[in-house]
């Protein structure tokens, strides 16, 4: 034991590296991707420190190579999921009472691990299972996992630290309390960083989580158990679980001690599960903490005062970057009449020089889409919109799943603001822009503000201020990320905490103090130095 008070080191987000050719972590990727295409893994499941493996075996595939096999992974059923939660609640009692400072130290060398000896591994493991360029794959499976630990950790300690006034013979003070229960972690493909995120987050405050991967991120999430394995977090604080969605859900849903869900994923599901929590509400220990991110339809809009080369920049890669798979991503745009020539210039010939293949070859700006069920329902988009007297393809609409799932990246200018495409979550490589008359910008934002229930991202490009002033305030509840002259996606952990409102989620703030908020459940004690030994108070007194 020790009576100091310690401080973390005061975090500073992960240099991001270029992979330039000659250098060595260009070196280094290569050589991991091509040991990892060279050996078929065999991922178990990890619970309560236990790697469980199963007799039903599944292949794991690159979405851009889907007749290669990365290897395999063992479902789980029921039974796994029942053990999950009963290890999560067997660890909880140590894990809690670990001194802060040493949960601490567990997630600061998981970053070192995830920054040093890792970084190779785990970067190829998303380029492949995941179809990320190593550009896309550095920035999410290492520097933002990296800063979701480092900067989770300070604001776990910034929080410790905040204690309620005192008064004379009175100590007031504030027990930040993990959740009495079990944390359920439901991830999705397309971001390493947040599949790491979801259960450790809730995790270093103290609570214990059983965490279920999207089925096409399970090769990368395994390399995160890997980490944290080394890293020494206790056996039974994360339990990771490979178990299809309503096996799962009728398990942890039902549980007397489910605490709370941490979700990134589609609205309907959210739904669903918010549905569910409030049918089962009367059977839990406490009343549930309901986080979730669930998706976007995100808009750029440009005045006529904006420049149109920084205008198509943003929408190239906005729109593009890992396919379109970000809840981030630019999918509607509106372009003033005055303008949209040159920004269809610039933007289409940008789209002639980005390379389309897998990987592997670094030259590929372009990658496959997730799975042929993402195929199928983008290029329906794309298909509809060919035959639509509204729609005119301005670039792409080319699709092909032969060796990967590989669509085009696709720009539709409509006709009309409200046509489908502008209206609905496609979640793929389709840009759909409306072209408006320069002088009705005003009411552009209104259509903007209620075209689409979402409200996660969106980006004002103009270099008029009364302009920017007027979108400020008129798309004020259209986005929790609000961009000025930049692209809608990107954010940056601990310098834009992400999240939206309306049917885009919480709006818990990933990367902040906010979402950490959530995982705790505080207690106030009032200590009185001098307890009175009299019941009688003044004001009976004689008059």
Not at 86 to 114: H, Y
Not at 274 to 297: F, L, M, S
Not at 386 to 394: E, F, G, L, Q, R
Request: aromatic share 12%; hydrophobic share 40%.
């Amino acid at each position: 034991m020790t009576d100091a008070i310690f401080a973390v080191p005061h975090p500073v987000n992960e240099p991001i590296y270029n992979y330039a050719p000659g250098s060595p972590e260009k070196a280094a990727l290569k050589q991991a991707i091509e040991a990892a295409k060279a050996t078929q893994k065999d991922i178990p499941m990890y619970i309560g420190g236990q790697h469980v493996h199963t007799d039903e075996q599944v292949s794991m595939h690159p979405p851009h190579d889907h007749q290669h096999i990365l290897g395999h992974y063992s479902k789980g059923n029921a039974s796994h999921v029942t053990a999950a939660i009963s290890a999560a609640l067997a660890a909880k009692p140590a894990w809690e009472a670990m001194p802060w400072q040493e949960r601490a130290a567990i997630f600061l060398r998981a970053a070192d691990l995830l920054t040093g000896p890792y970084r190779a591994k785990m970067s190829a493991a998303t380029m492949l299972c995941q179809s990320k360029n190593a550009y896309q794959a550095e920035i999410d499976c290492i520097c933002e996992l990296a800063d979701f630990w480092r900067y989770n950790v300070y604001f776990m300690q910034e929080i410790y630290k905040q204690q309620p006034l005192s008064t004379r013979n009175v100590w007031n003070r504030t027990d930040w309390r993990p959740l009495e229960g079990f944390v359920f972690a439901l991830t999705p493909f397309n971001f390493t960083a947040i599949a790491g995120n979801l259960p450790s987050a809730p995790a270093m405050l103290g609570n214990v989580a059983v965490w279920k991967p999207a089925e096409s991120q399970i090769y990368s999430a395994s390399v995160i158990m890997e980490i944290l394995e080394e890293a020494g977090l206790p056996a039974g604080v994360i339990n990771l679980v490979y178990v299809s969605g309503p096996t799962v859900g009728d398990v942890v849903f039902k549980h007397p001690d489910f605490a709370g869900i941490h979700f990134t994923g589609s609205t309907g599901v959210f739904q669903r599960i918010w549905k569910t929590i409030g049918e089962n509400i009367a059977g839990y220990k406490t009343y549930p903490r309901i986080v979730g991110e669930t998706g976007g339809k995100d808009f750029v809009v440009a005045h006529n005062s904006a420049d149109p080369k920084t205008v198509a920049v943003a929408l190239g890669r906005g729109a593009f970057e890992y396919q379109g798979q970000k809840c981030s991503a630019a999918s509607r745009a509106y372009i003033p009449k005055s303008m949209w020539k040159q920004v269809k210039d610039f933007l289409v010939a940008d789209l002639k020089s980005m390379k389309m293949g897998t990987t592997e070859d670094f030259r590929n700006f372009i990658n496959a889409v997730i799975d042929e069920k993402a195929f199928d329902k983008i290029s329906q988009y794309i298909t509809e919109a060919k035959k639509s007297d509204k729609v005119k393809v301005v670039a792409g609409g080319i699709f092909d799943k032969t060796r990967g799932y590989f669509i085009e990246p696709t720009v539709l200018e409509v006709s009309d603001p409200q046509y489908t495409t502008m209206c609905e979550e496609i979640f793929g490589p389709v840009l759909t822009v409306y072209v408006y008359d320069d002088r009705k910008y005003a009411q552009i934002l209104d259509t903007v503000n209620g075209t689409s229930p979402y409200a996660l991202t969106g980006a004002i490009f103009a270099n008029d201020r009364a302009a920017l002033a007027l979108a400020n305030e008129k798309l004020r509840y259209a986005a929790g990320n609000y961009y000025i002259n930049d692209k809608p996606t990107g954010a940056v952990v601990g310098q834009q905490p992400f999240g939206g409102g309306r049917a885009s989620g919480t709006n818990d703030k990933a990367g902040s103090m906010l979402n950490m908020y959530r995982w705790l459940s505080p207690r106030t004690l009032k200590e009185n130095m001098l307890p009175p030994t009299d019941y009688r108070y003044l004001f009976i007194g004689e008059e």
